[in-house]
């Protein structure tokens, strides 16, 4: 199993930044695939990245293609989400998960909050 803890949410303005994180527990962080996700209000939750294993593939939603960029570091058992040019129609709860067979997610974060102000 896998626990997994956001931080980095916050309100900022069009065109601002936000840098999230993800901590996951457990020793065998590098064998889980990692996803960023978001559920604005009303909305079902949508995908938003997703990093293999090792870091060197990486995939986004086209919304956010050029403007967001997901990492991890497995030594630090962290998954990041760099979110620059934010625009008002990013604001959601943002949730990262964990996919043990493929990308299949089997464990989700309680999600941290990003609000962008026009």
């Known amino acids: 199993q896998v626990q997994l803890v956001e931080s980095g949410g916050g309100l900022v303005q069009a065109g601002g930044s936000l840098r999230l994180s993800c901590a996951a527990s457990?020793?065998?962080?590098?064998?889980?695939?990692m996803g960023w996700f978001r559920q604005a209000p009303g909305k079902e939750r949508v995908s938003v990245a997703h990093?293999?294993?090792?870091?060197?593939?990486?995939f986004y939603v086209d919304s956010v293609k050029g403007r967001f960029t997901i990492s991890r570091d497995n030594a630090k058992n962290t998954v990041y989400l760099q979110m620059n040019s934010l625009k008002p129609e990013d604001t959601a709860a943002y949730y990262c998960?964990?996919?043990?067979?493929?990308?299949?997610?089997?464990?989700w974060g309680q999600g941290t909050q990003v609000t962008v102000s026009s």
């Open positions: 998960a964990a996919a043990a067979d493929g990308y299949i997610y089997d464990y």
């Open positions: 990093i293999s294993r090792s870091g060197t593939m990486t």
């Open positions: 457990g020793r065998t962080f590098s064998s889980y695939a």
